[in-house]
């Protein structure tokens, strides 16, 4: 079946330190990628995603991805985290065969000591 | 410019009554989706509109559950016979067109508690 892994359920990460959250899809062909963030009592907010190409992606609050293939992944980093960034990530796909419907990750709930 | 938005943002409800949720999508966006939040299965589509074609229903987890979207624009989605395990939060997301490089934007949600 197919599915999204977020292996890291919590991360607590030290303002200023760098961030990598994991993203793990299988799927038979490259699915489309996407990275959002959920702030609490608000909506999703597209950080960044991926389609072809160049496959390190920059994104919005200073995120990228890398999506390598042979690891099947689409790992989210930030060099250096805000107090802000405490948040949930959730990694989605989309596959083009299935229609346009964003299968997500369980997400990673990151929060961010002082 | 304004985002999605739904309403109400909070809905309690008992066990057995039925219930609306609305989203108004982003002025011009074509396609509409509706998806569910909840502690025990995470994230998961519902329920998709693209202008006059037929939805993909593909997502509801029961016949107790349906949408519409009225003159390709506002959408409702309705749970006839709540149950407390459809206790969750209903997102609705709107994109330009039905086309996968199309951002979907979210709105805020609708909490839904079954008591």
């Known amino acids: 079946a197919q599915s999204v892994t977020q292996p890291d359920i919590h991360i607590t990460v030290s303002e200023g330190a760098s961030l990598e959250l994991r993203c793990n899809y299988s799927?038979?062909?490259?699915?489309?990628l996407f990275w959002y963030v959920q702030s609490p009592g608000q909506g999703l907010q597209l950080l960044l995603k991926?389609?072809?190409?160049?496959?390190l992606v920059q994104g919005i609050k200073g995120f990228e991805a890398e999506f390598k293939r042979s690891q099947s992944s689409f790992n989210l980093r930030k060099p250096s985290v805000h107090w802000s960034d405490a948040a949930e990530y959730f990694c989605?796909?989309?596959?083009?065969?299935?229609?346009?419907?964003?299968?997500f990750g369980g997400g990673t709930r990151v929060l961010v000591k002082p | 410019g304004a985002g999605v938005s739904q309403s109400p943002s909070n809905k309690v409800t008992e066990k057995g009554k039925d219930v609306e949720l609305r989203c108004d999508p982003i002025s011009g966006h074509t396609a509409l989706y509706w998806y569910r939040q909840s502690l025990g299965q995470g994230l998961e589509f519902l329920i998709y509109f693209q202008g006059n074609s037929a939805p993909d229903k593909s997502g509801l987890p029961s016949d107790r559950f349906s949408a519409e979207r009225t003159g390709g624009s506002v959408s409702t989605l309705t749970i006839q016979r709540t149950q407390q395990e459809d206790s969750a939060v209903y997102l609705c997301?709107?994109?330009?067109?039905?086309?996968?490089?199309?951002?979907?934007?979210f709105g805020p949600g609708t909490r839904l508690t079954v008591l």
């Open positions: 799927y038979g062909a490259t699915p489309y």
């Open positions: 997301a709107s994109s330009l067109r039905l086309a996968l490089e199309d951002t979907q934007y």
């Open positions: 991926y389609f072809s190409g160049d496959t």
């Open positions: 989605a796909v989309v596959i083009k065969a299935a229609g346009n419907k964003l299968t």
